[in-house]
């Protein structure tokens, strides 16, 4: 029997992170920098007004205010985008957007606000100073600075950057593209009317949610029953868009369960058990390459020894830096028998402090395998194999579910 540490090694041994890939902004949100980003021109890329108004020279408004105006001869308009070149003289002013290029000797705009907005001469009504309502040349980013590093997330406040500078590709670790193959004659899709002794097809639809939240593309394929000759065409299909497979059910020694027979003739898959609880019987391995995680057709078996092994993977391919689940010492709020030799998961609900520290309270008793109880929890609270008798009071490592 395998412990839960030797087959998360086994699975981060096998899926290494993805080659590099130039993408378009759009397809890179979500994706780790494969390299740092420099900027190629200085942002502004010249300098501009920061307000409506009217550019003008500081010091010709010099004592100006609302009892005592400036006048100004207005001697011509820029709008953004505008790069003709303008130039202002002493005694005048020049309309301005918010956002056009700045004339030549102005160094500072006037808000409309502050003036009586005349077209031919305007009066001002206070003084500015250099700088004001103005942005400056590189005053943002100045060429040849490293505005992202290498490993950094591609956000949407990313993107506005990047396409500010102009940048309409960058290289990335690309997000893996997982496809979710759920097994079982029993089952049907939910939405569906379901006969005596069918069941819900939970797994498809949670593991690929739990794909997407980890950072890969999920393909969720419509469930395959147990039947070797449409199992094995299922999977031999879905490769050639899979960087990785997953499938959930046919794993016990039960008649009808055929992933086993039907991966032996299509790559190296291994079957263990695993010593964890809930979850045991695990399959891993590569078919032509691509990575193959088979995990129990239970869907809180299946949910718990996805974050166990399969999220750490999937992180690792985008080339994340961070693999694993936060984790927060709590004290538990109830005391239980914990299997012997077995790393549990027990699903709790978390709350307290930093300051105050945390509590977790499982969310059903521990040992029963409840999807209600998996959905309330917002934390997994992780017992260790050498113990078997949980203590109220006793502190317990918890993953953080909702981080």
């Keep these: 029997m395998r412990t839960v540490a030797e087959h998360l090694a086994a699975c981060l041994e096998i899926a290494q992170a993805a080659a ?10 979500g994706c780790v920098l494969a390299q740092d980003v420099v900027a190629g021109i200085d942002l502004p890329a ?32 820029v709008r953004a985008g505008d790069m003709r070149a303008t130039r202002l003289v002493p005694g005048s002013a020049i309309l301005i ?39 400056r040349r590189a005053e943002d980013v100045r060429e040849g600075t490293t505005v992202l590093a290498r490993g950094s997330r591609v956000s949407a406040r990313h993107v506005a950057l ?22 079982g004659n029993e089952l049907v899709e939910p939405g569906q009317a379901r006969e005596a002794g069918e069941v819900f097809d ?3 639809h949670a593991l690929a949610s739990a794909v997407t939240d980890a950072g890969g593309r999920a393909f969720r394929v419509a469930a395959v029953p147990d039947e070797l000759g449409a199992l094995t065409e299922c999977i031999e299909d879905q490769l050639v868009r899979a960087d990785m497979l997953i499938t959930t059910g046919g794993l016990s020694a039960g008649q009808g369960d055929t992933i086993k027979e039907v991966l032996a003739p299509l790559g190296a898959v291994r079957f263990d058990a695993v010593a964890m609880s809930p979850g045991r019987q695990l399959g891993l391995g590569t078919i032509e390459g691509t990575p193959i995680f088979c995990l129990p057709g239970n869907p809180v078996s299946a949910q718990i020894a ?15 830096a961070s693999l694993h689940r936060s984790s927060l010492p709590a004290i538990v709020s109830a005391g239980w028998r914990s299997p012997a030799g077995m790393r549990e998961f027990v699903p709790v609900n978390l709350t307290g402090s930093p300051a105050q520290g945390y509590r977790a309270e499982p969310t059903a008793p521990p040992g029963r395998i409840s999807l209600h109880a998996l959905a309330r929890a917002n934390a997994i609270a992780v017992v260790p194999e050498g113990t078997q008798t949980v203590v109220t009071g006793d502190t317990l490592h918890c993953l953080v579910l909702d981080s």
């Design 202 to 204: 939970a797994n498809g």
């Design 162 to 183: 990047l396409a500010g500078l102009g940048l309409n590709r960058v290289r990335v670790r690309p997000a893996p593209r997982v496809v979710v193959i759920s097994i």
């Design 20 to 29: 590099p890939l130039d993408v378009v902004l759009p397809d890179a949100v």
């Design 46 to 77: 010249v300098d501009l007004a920061g307000r409506d108004g009217y550019a003008v020279i500081s010091t010709d408004l010099v004592g100006a205010g609302p009892q005592r105006p400036i006048a100004l001869d207005v001697i011509d308009s």
């Design 306 to 320: 996805f974050e166990t092994f399969v999220r750490p993977v999937l992180r690792q391919i985008a080339g994340r």
């Design 97 to 135: 957007d918010s956002g056009a290029p700045l004339p030549l000797g102005a160094d500072a705009v006037v808000p409309w606000e502050d003036t009586d907005r005349g077209s031919s001469r305007v009066a001002v009504g206070r003084s500015v100073a250099a700088g004001e309502n103005m942005r």
